[in-house]
């Protein structure tokens, strides 16, 4: 396979380079999405700063360091046996330790976490803390399993990733179907087999060296990003008409601080259908949401029966007029069909808190409607910033207060937003967010790499 060196006279087109990565990575439709928006805005740069593509290196960036293949075998509670996939995508650590969450989801495979492993790298890179990208799971569904069958299939899982991770080697944390319950679990087994207890997974409980604001991070990182994006406008969030989808993690903190900051939360979803809420979610609303999916793990079809909101079955929430969206489920809830209708019903501001939500005709729709658009690997970076609070903390041997570690999740916010601004500002003063966050996050890398040499 030839490396793609760039060399004078030669420009690397985005043509050859895609069709060398398709080649290479046959049947992963979802990493070769990641990439080709990846390198529409990279391969420009580097053409411009040869010295960026010396040594293979975007041959070497799109290639992962590891890939690891497990079997997970699990008994439910009624002794039949079951066989999962289990994975460990170590993809770069050019800048500190492998970090990334691990996803429990039936859609779990070698594409999706290969896609979620490279967008890591350059998220984590805009972060400014020292970590490299990684990601993993299985394709167990949590769904309708019982706290026994979980806490098995955690500990199945852990009794073979185990080997694989460590605090200065790879640490993992939650993403979709793998929050605090399940991180405990996966905790506890990685102490009973190692006999240590240190800082090899984030997104702990905060009695065994977890961090404050570590489960609010992602959503309120979210709603700071989009707060500086609308500052650039002279707007503010007060007021504003806001579309969330998802229901989970980020999507519940998402909303709380939309709240908290005056916004109006029109929807909430889950895979069934969305929640249509036009006076707006109140916080006793959202409390009962918080109660159903984190303790009774119901369906999002009971926050409607309860309050008497519309209920939008097997619907996304893009048809509805707003100001501002936040997609905070999965990868590709946002085709060019929705983008187009979120334009026309009034939308000014996306801001994903969700890894690739928008699909790249998607983006094309909001990049040609000028509207403020900001990428998962900015937009939602807060989780993991925070989740490398919390491994400083461990390190340190102390805790933060809220206080300290929300000023400095607020502040990395900040910093990432004026990281996107300085590589992303068009020619007529716009700024182009995907642009921003995707070189911004490359050239730490890429310096990196040049320096540790071919390795
Ligand atoms: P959760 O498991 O807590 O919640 C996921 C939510 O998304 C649920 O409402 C779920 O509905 C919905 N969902 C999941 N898969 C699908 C699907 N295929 N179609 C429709 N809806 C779906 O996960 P998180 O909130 O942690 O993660 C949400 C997104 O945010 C993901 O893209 C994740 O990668 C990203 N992210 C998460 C971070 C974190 O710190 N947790 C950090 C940065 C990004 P249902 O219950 O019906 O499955
Ligand atoms: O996609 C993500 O950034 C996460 N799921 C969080 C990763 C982490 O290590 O906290």
Redesign the pocket.
């Known amino acids: 396979m030839a490396i793609l060196t760039k060399s004078k006279s030669k420009t690397i087109d985005l043509k050859s380079f895609m069709d060398n990565i398709r080649q290479r990575n046959p049947n992963e439709p979802e990493f070769h999405q990641a990439v080709e928006e990846w390198a529409e805005c990279v391969l420009p740069y580097v053409n411009e700063n040869s010295k960026l593509a010396d040594f293979g290196l975007l041959e070497r960036i799109t290639e992962p360091d590891r890939v690891i293949s497990f079997k997970v075998t699990w008994m439910d509670d009624q002794e039949k046996v079951h066989v999962n996939k289990g994975y460990r995508v170590q993809f770069n650590n050019a800048i500190g330790p492998y970090k990334g969450?691990l996803?429990f989801?039936p859609?779990v495979n070698l594409s999706v976490l290969k896609f979620?492993g490279f967008e890591q790298i350059f998220k984590n890179s805009l972060t400014t803390l020292p970590m490299g990208g990684a990601k993993g799971g299985s394709d167990f569904d949590p769904?309708g399993k019982s706290e026994t069958e979980i806490m098995r299939f955690c500990q199945s899982f852990m009794a073979e990733l185990y080997r694989h991770i460590g605090p200065d080697k790879d640490v993992p944390?939650?993403?979709?179907?793998v929050?605090s319950r399940e991180v405990g679990y996966l905790y506890g087994m990685y102490k009973k087999l190692e006999n240590e207890h240190t800082g090899v997974i984030t997104g702990k409980g905060i009695e065994y060296g977890g961090s404050l604001i570590r489960p609010e991070?992602?959503g309120y990182g979210t709603v700071y990003f989009m707060e500086e994006m609308l500052k650039t406008k002279d707007k503010s969030l007060k007021g504003m008409r806001c579309l969330v989808s998802?229901?989970?993690?980020?999507?519940q903190f998402t909303a709380e601080k939309l709240l908290e900051l005056g916004a109006k939360v029109l929807t909430l979803?889950?895979?069934?259908g969305t929640v249509y809420c036009k006076k707006g979610i109140t916080r006793e609303m959202l409390d009962y949401v918080m109660d159903l999916k984190n303790n009774r793990r119901g369906r999002i079809s009971e926050f409607a029966e309860k309050y008497d909101l519309l209920y939008l079955k097997d619907e996304k929430p893009w048809n509805i007029d707003c100001d501002l969206a936040f997609p905070?489920?999965?990868?590709n809830?946002i085709n060019e069909k929705d983008a187009q209708a979120l334009i026309d019903n009034g939308c000014i501001g996306v801001a994903e808190?969700?890894?690739m939500?928008t699909d790249n005709d998607g983006i094309k729709v909001f990049q040609k409607a000028k509207i403020l658009y900001a990428p998962?690997k900015a937009a939602?970076a807060g989780?993991?910033a925070t989740s490398g609070l919390e491994m400083s903390q461990n390190s340190l041997r102390f805790s933060w207060t809220r206080e300290e570690v929300e000023k400095r999740l607020h502040q990395i916010m900040c910093d990432i937003h004026a990281k996107c601004v300085e590589y992303g500002k068009n020619k007529d003063g716009s700024v182009d967010y995907v642009k921003g966050a995707n070189i911004a996050g490359f050239v730490k890398i890429a310096k990196a790499m040049l320096a540790e040499g071919v390795v």
């Open positions: 969450g996803r989801h859609t979620l769904k944390a939650g993403d979709i179907g929050g991070a992602t998802g229901s989970g993690n980020v999507a979803s889950d895979s069934d905070s489920a999965t990868q809830e808190g969700a890894n939500p998962g939602n989780g993991v």
